[in-house]
């Protein structure tokens, strides 16, 4: 299917829908490099392998607690932020500048590895465009909602 995310195409996936996101890379279940954002060989094999070990650090501190192993790691360091989030089969972590927001980077993780594991696909609205001769009605807004249904409960619990 043409609309299917592949795994060489995940991390350039994550890159193009923030504007906060400077490089991402993939990795499989074995820790093996199988995406990147970066054209650069070297670099991409570099941030793979800072990636597996940021998990398996944390996964070192984490052994003795009694909880799941960690599937989110953020770390914000002077100059920008590395954010990350691991599925059974895949790793997925993103280099950002420092203003990014936890929230939004970590949800964007989330649905990419969702998408590539076979979720739906990420929406994405379309800006208004600022010569248009009419306003968008909100029918129309509605239906660029992340959600749509929200947009129609709306409508339904009006009096």
Do not use: H, K, N
């Not at 299917?1 to 795994?7: E, I, K, N, Q, R």
């Not at 590395?82 to 970590?106: D, E, I, K």
């Not at 465009?129 to 129609?152: H, I, T």
């Amino acid at each position: 299917m043409a609309g299917t995310l592949t795994p060489e195409r995940t991390a350039a996936r994550l890159c193009g829908l923030s504007s906060d996101a400077r490089a991402a890379v993939l990795l499989d279940a074995a820790g093996a490099l199988a995406g990147s954002s970066d054209p650069d060989a070297e670099r991409s094999r570099t941030l793979g392998d800072l990636a597996r070990e940021l998990f398996e650090t944390v996964d070192r501190a984490t052994r003795d607690w009694d909880t799941e192993p960690a599937e989110q790691v953020e770390v914000q360091v002077a100059r920008g932020a590395v954010f990350a989030s691991r599925t059974p089969r895949w790793t997925l972590a993103v280099v950002a500048r420092r203003g990014a927001l936890s929230s939004l980077m970590l949800y964007d993780l989330r649905a990419v590895l969702s998408e590539l594991e076979g979720g739906p696909p990420i929406r994405v609205a379309t800006a208004a465009d600022e010569g248009a001769r009419e306003q968008a009605s909100e029918e129309q807004a509605a239906s660029e909602l992340p959600v749509p249904e929200l947009g129609r409960d709306a409508e339904e619990q009006t009096p």
